[in-house]
């Protein structure tokens, strides 16, 4: 019987580390069986950025194989931009605009932090080119890891190194716009 208790102990223990190794987003579990999008659409704190995504129509385009590293922006970023910005992006007659907004937060290839750490220049900056040509870099402060725009946007990574399927995301604390 001890040892029936013991193994089931066991199980559970890896169990949950397996599941602790990708951090909950948004009040969800992100799978790493799962791509970008099929794990976006379950949190609760990137409504926002899967409806961009869906009315950019780069829906198919982030389920690809990739890979990806996307920095994505929570709701509370898209509602800290000027009033009627998201709006005004989500029309169908801006989808280029947006298209290139969304872009600027996607870098080719699976860039952890310890990749990103280790791209880390004499400037003191990991500098990354993204899918529109923008340019982002990425500093870190201690444990923090600031990402930096084109704009002079600076994001804080809030949660890092949510393994999916054809890459990884970073959540981050503020929507990164291009030039």
Avoid: W
Wanted: proline share 4%; aromatic share 4%.
């Amino acid at each position: 019987m001890k040892a029936f208790h013991l193994a089931t102990a066991i199980l559970a223990l890896s169990t949950g580390m397996a599941l602790a190794e990708n951090p909950m987003v948004g009040g969800a579990a992100m799978y790493e069986d799962k791509n970008i999008v099929e794990n976006a659409v379950n949190s609760a704190d990137h409504t926002t950025l899967v409806a961009a995504v869906k009315a950019a129509g780069l829906v198919d385009a982030l389920m690809g194989p990739g890979p990806f590293t996307v920095f994505a922006p929570v709701n509370d970023a898209f509602a800290a931009l000027p009033a009627g910005t998201v709006d005004t992006l989500l029309k169908p007659e801006n989808k280029a605009m947006l298209t290139k907004v969304l872009t600027a937060h996607v870098v080719a290839g699976d860039l952890k932090l310890a990749d990103l750490r280790a791209k880390v220049g004499a400037d003191g900056y990991a500098n990354l080119q993204t899918l529109s040509g923008d340019a982002l870099s990425v500093k870190f402060r201690g444990d923090k890891a600031m990402v930096y725009s084109e704009s002079r946007n600076i994001g804080t990574i809030t949660i890092a190194d949510v393994d999916q399927s054809n890459g990884v995301i970073h959540v981050i604390d503020t929507v990164l716009v291009p030039k």
